[in-house]
């Protein structure tokens, strides 16, 4: 029953923070990032601004927080260690969030915004290197034992932080062209523009 009440909590968590992250953007969409204040997000969303808080310490977050360390960890995780390079992994297990993520018109859409005003806004590109920070972290974690010892983690984030640095390439490239281009396609090239070939094609990750 315990369980059953903390999947409940981390479900209607999760709903809140869609629901508050989601008129957060639009707003800073529709009227500015500097233009929107928490107190307008909050009432948008029907909450209060402490509750905005709550979720979102900060007023970057509510562009920048999502659940893409998440993804890639799980896929990196989930990736069959024995037959794939580490970065083959990694790229891998970033083109299929990516195809997750833009998997239906509302998410890709949703996507978009957040990228733009991230490119824009001087206060969300600065605090975007934290988050590329997060991740590459977050992908050390998923490895574990891996990447326990400080050589193999050493390792680990220099293959982590190379194929982040064509992530970041691509998603640029993907926002300036307002979408129209196959976003794991970009994420692909960019990987082959680093390594020489591409760790995995989008076509392999499709069915995963």
């Known amino acids: 029953m315990a369980d059953q009440h903390s999947t409940l909590r981390a479900r209607r968590r999760a709903q809140t923070q869609q629901l508050i992250q989601g008129h957060a ?22 909450v209060s601004p402490m509750t905005v808080y709550r979720h979102f310490p900060t007023k970057e977050d509510l562009v920048l927080a999502d659940q893409h360390g998440r993804l890639v960890a799980e896929r990196v995780v989930a990736a069959p260690a024995a037959d794939l390079p580490l970065v083959h992994r990694i790229g891998g297990a970033l083109i299929g969030s990516a195809a997750a993520l833009t998997g239906d018109d509302r998410g890709r859409a949703f996507l978009l915004t957040r990228l733009r005003l991230m490119i824009s806004t001087p206060a969300l590109r600065a605090k975007h290197l934290d988050n590329q920070y997060a991740l590459q972290q977050a992908i050390i974690d998923a490895l574990g034992e891996e990447a326990a010892d400080p050589e193999t983690a050493f390792h680990a984030r220099a293959a982590a932080s190379a194929c982040l640095a064509a992530l970041h390439t691509a998603l640029v490239r993907w926002a300036e062209d307002d979408g129209r281009s196959d976003l794991p396609g970009l994420i692909a090239k960019a990987l082959a523009a680093v390594f020489g070939e591409s760790p995995l094609s989008p076509g392999d990750v499709a069915g995963r």
């Open 25 to 46: 953007v639009r707003l800073f969409a529709e009227r500015g990032y500097d233009a929107t204040t928490v107190n307008d997000v909050a009432e948008a969303a029907g």
